[in-house]
């Protein structure tokens, strides 16, 4: 029996239309990812990555084809509904961490059960703090965001993005501010949390932290050129080597 | 219900993240709702306070003038003037009167021994005294033979006490009022400032007989007369006997209106009642305006704070907040920021009432009304400027608020 399906689409496309101008962002793309895969998404600079996780993370409404996301048709879905799936099905990971400022880890870890109307997370703090101990930050709950390193910031940013149990972590250049070391940590995590279960899908441009994932899908142009699972992995440990360092 | 006590933590804390600019902000609200507290109670004290003068007359007092009306900008008089004969009916007639007094005033120019000032002389009988509970310092009033007899004395004020005899006691000694030399039988006690300015106590009262006698020119008649019903249950009932004699002694047929006014304390205190709330409206009227600026302060905060806080936005939309969520934030942090400017501004008013009073003596009473007044505009300014900036916040497109540099 085949796996649970955790996204799905079919002949998505995406238009933009500036004027007399259109791009074509993204063009009949089809994939399915299923429950517990480690997806990367590498491709050049335009090629539509960002789009793609985009409409994935139902922030942005395709020009044309179906879009399934844990079993719900997306395209279907009015604005309230999509906060909702947004709130309860997917988390986000930015570049540029998107934490809010001069609060601290917990109250950032805590928002998207703010606007849980589930009434699922009846202790958004307790949530919050196991969150934030998975991505070993257990000691700098109280911290403020200002007071942390970028490193620290991006996994408050995983936290938040783990605390509301989604069907789907959607990672945009997590580690594009980042130094190797640091981006070396976060790949790491999402092998963590993966092997934990949970399904990720991460957009990046280094072949270094794609090589973490289970599986690459790469576009060019707005349509998929390849798709295939990863052969010898990255882990930490053989990461760090190749940069000379060694496991600290 | 839990998601908006939820919201409201999470504008708790934005504002929080910005005191000194959210405190900055309020200022307007601040200074608006202390402007509308003070101006309102200024014009309630002074309300007030001329009700209690006016209630210091007495509450039996029934005043009766010749009718006049305004025509091309002077007053001019409709029918027959108040005069003896009038008053000499009303004082057969009139059961529900017990004490009535005819009353002339005169311009004058009065000189004593230390200076001289304009002033005004009241020409009245003995009777006066009592219905307005004038009292004595020194001396005596005149009495019913002066006014017989038309002696030239006079009673006085202390204000014109002052300037005519400075530190000499008045007594006995002469002024001479328009030249006209009259004595000084009683020096009246003081009474002070009247609430809308005029100096009580600037007064020559003298038998209305010598003011006609000698003062009073061409002129007939009464400029009015005051009575005192008997007692405060028949001021209604001395009213409509007075408007009956009157009008028969004015021979007014059935179908015409009185010549004349008859007023008892109670409507002049409405009367006063109405124009001083006019005032007071009208005050409160211009302090809303500082409010309203006020407003627009905390509008133009709130659409710098939308602007810049547009990637929060963003984030709180990629997050799963809904655009509901996002406007009742920002109209929450406007109204807590407004309601905060609303209790701030409650105790500057309230503090500004007392450094008035210490300053002038002038005693304000803040009212109550005052403070809902203050308070509720102070948050319907905060709904209505703060919506703006909301809606623009919640409208935001959170791919490109995600973006925004
Ligand atoms: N809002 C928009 N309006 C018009 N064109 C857009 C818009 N967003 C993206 N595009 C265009 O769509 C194409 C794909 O953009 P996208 O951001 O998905 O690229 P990307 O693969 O994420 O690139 P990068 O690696 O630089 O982030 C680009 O040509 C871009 O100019
Ligand atoms: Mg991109």
Redesign the interface.
């Known amino acids: 029996m085949a796996n649970k399906k955790v996204i799905e689409t079919k002949n998505l496309s995406k238009v933009f239309k500036n004027g007399d101008i259109e791009v074509h962002a993204l063009t009949s793309i089809n994939m399915v990812i299923e429950v517990g895969e480690f997806v990367a998404i590498m491709g050049a600079s335009g090629s539509g990555k960002s789009t793609l996780l985009n409409i994935l993370g139902c922030l942005d409404k395709p020009s044309e084809g179906d879009y399934y996301l844990d079993g719900v048709h997306v395209n279907k879905l009015n604005k309230n509904e999509l906060a909702a799936i947004r709130n309860q099905k997917i988390g986000f990971i930015f570049q540029s961490y998107n934490l809010l400022s001069r609060t601290t880890a917990l109250e950032n870890v805590e928002l998207p059960l703010v606007y849980n109307r589930t009434g699922k997370f009846l202790n958004p703090a307790a949530h919050a703090k196991m969150a934030l101990e998975k991505v070993g930050l257990g000691n700098r709950i109280y911290h403020k965001t200002n007071e942390l390193s970028g490193g620290e910031q991006q996994r408050v940013a995983i936290a938040r993005a783990l605390v509301n149990d989604p069907a789907i972590i959607l990672s945009d250049e997590a580690t594009g501010n980042l130094d190797s070391k640091a981006s070396i940590e976060v790949a790491d995590l999402f092998v963590k949390l993966n092997d934990q279960g949970k399904t990720i899908m991460m957009i990046t441009h280094e072949p270094e932290i794609a090589q973490f994932a289970k599986r690459m899908i790469y576009l060019r142009d707005g349509r998929i050129l390849t798709d295939e699972p990863i052969k010898n992995r990255s882990t930490k440990e053989s990461a760090l080597l190749e940069l000379g360092l060694t496991v600290s | 219900m ?2 908006l006590f ?2 409201f ?2 504008a708790f ?1 934005a504002i929080n ?1 910005n005191r000194s600019r959210s405190l900055l902000t309020v200022l307007g609200i601040i200074i608006g709702v202390a402007a509308v507290i003070m101006t309102i109670s200024a014009g309630e004290g002074a309300n007030k306070e001329v009700q209690d003068q006016i209630s210091g007359l007495g509450t039996n007092l029934v005043m009766i003038f010749t009718k006049m009306e305004h025509r091309g900008g002077s007053h001019v008089r409709m029918g027959r003037p108040i005069d003896k004969r009038d008053f000499d009916i009303l004082q057969k007639n009139a059961v529900w009167i017990s004490k009535m007094s005819p009353l002339v005033n005169v311009g004058v120019q009065a000189a004593g021994p230390n200076g001289y000032k304009p002033t005004i002389v009241y020409g009245v009988n003995h009777e006066y005294f009592d219905i307005l509970s004038r009292e004595l310092a020194l001396g005596d009033f005149f009495k019913e033979d002066d006014v017989k007899t038309a002696n030239k004395v006079c009673v006085i004020g202390e204000t014109t006490r002052k300037e005519l005899f400075a530190d000499l006691d008045p007594i006995g000694r002469q002024i001479r009022i328009d030249k006209i030399p009259f004595t000084v039988v009683g020096l009246l006690k003081e009474v002070g400032q009247g609430a809308m300015g005029q100096d009580q106590d600037d007064v020559i009262l003298a038998p209305y007989t010598t003011i006609q006698d000698r003062l009073y020119g061409h002129r007939r008649g009464y400029d009015m007369i005051m009575a005192s019903a008997l007692d405060e249950n028949s001021v209604a009932n001395a009213k409509i006997e007075v408007s009956e004699l009157l009008r028969e002694s004015h021979q007014i047929r059935p179908f015409e209106k009185d010549d004349f006014d008859v007023m008892t304390q109670v409507e002049l205190q409405e009367i006063t009642g109405n124009i001083t709330g006019i005032l007071t409206t009208l005050l409160g009227a211009i302090a809303s305006i500082s409010l309203i600026v006020g407003g627009i302060g905390i509008m133009n905060i709130m659409l710098v704070s939308v602007t810049e806080r547009t ?2 936005i ?12 996002i406007l009742t934030q920002f109209l929450i942090e406007a109204v807590v920021l407004s309601l905060a400017g609303g209790i701030l501004g409650t105790v500057l008013g309230i503090i500004g009432n007392q450094v008035i009073y210490k300053l002038t003596n002038f005693y304000i009473p803040t009212a109550p009304y005052s403070i809902m007044i203050g308070f509720g505009f102070a948050a319907l300014v905060g709904i209505a400027f703060g919506y703006f900036p909301a809606r623009k916040a919640a409208k935001l497109n ?2 490109d608020a ?1 973006r925004y540099e």
Do not use: Y
């Open positions: 839990r998601q939820k919201t933590k999470v804390q993240k990637r929060e963003g984030t709180r939309l990629a997050i799963g907040a809904r655009e509901s969520d959170p791919i995600l």
